[in-house]
C-alpha cells in the first residue's frame, strides 16, 4: 500500500496509482490520514476509488456525513483512534496489518 496525510491530498491532488500502459490493476492499496474527513470528492483518489482502492482512516469522532459520501463513491472509511496530534498510527498500522498489508510505502 500507499499512505499520505490529507494535507498531500489537499496540496498534490495526487492519483498514487501505476502509470505504466497496462498496469492499473496492479496499482498499490492507496491510503489516506484523514481524522475529519475532509478529503474532495472530486479528488483524483475519490474519483478512481472504484477502479484502485482507497482506504480513508479517520477519528471515531469524524462526521458521518461525509462518510456517506465516501463510501457511496467507493471509498473504504475506517474510523480509528485518535494518537497524539491526529490518528494513533500503532492503530492504524495494526488495522493495515488485519487486512493484509504487509509493505507500506509512506
Do not use: N, Y
Amino acid at each position: 500500500a500507499i499512505l499520505v496525510g490529507i494535507g498531500t491530498v489537499l496540496a498534490d491532488d495526487p492519483a498514487l496509482t501505476c502509470r505504466l500502459p497496462g498496469m492499473l490493476k496492479t496499482s498499490p492499496v492507496r491510503v489516506v490520514l484523514d481524522p475529519g474527513l475532509r478529503i474532495p470528492a472530486r479528488s483524483q483518489l475519490v474519483s478512481s476509488a472504484r477502479e484502485v482502492p482507497v482506504w480513508v482512516f479517520c477519528a471515531s469522532d469524524a462526521p458521518a456525513e461525509p462518510e456517506r459520501m465516501l463510501t457511496g463513491l467507493g471509498v473504504t472509511v475506517i474510523r480509528s483512534p485518535a494518537g497524539e496530534g491526529g490518528l494513533d498510527l500503532h492503530a492504524v498500522l495494526r488495522a493495515l496489518a488485519e487486512r493484509g498489508i504487509t509493505r507500506l510505502m509512506v
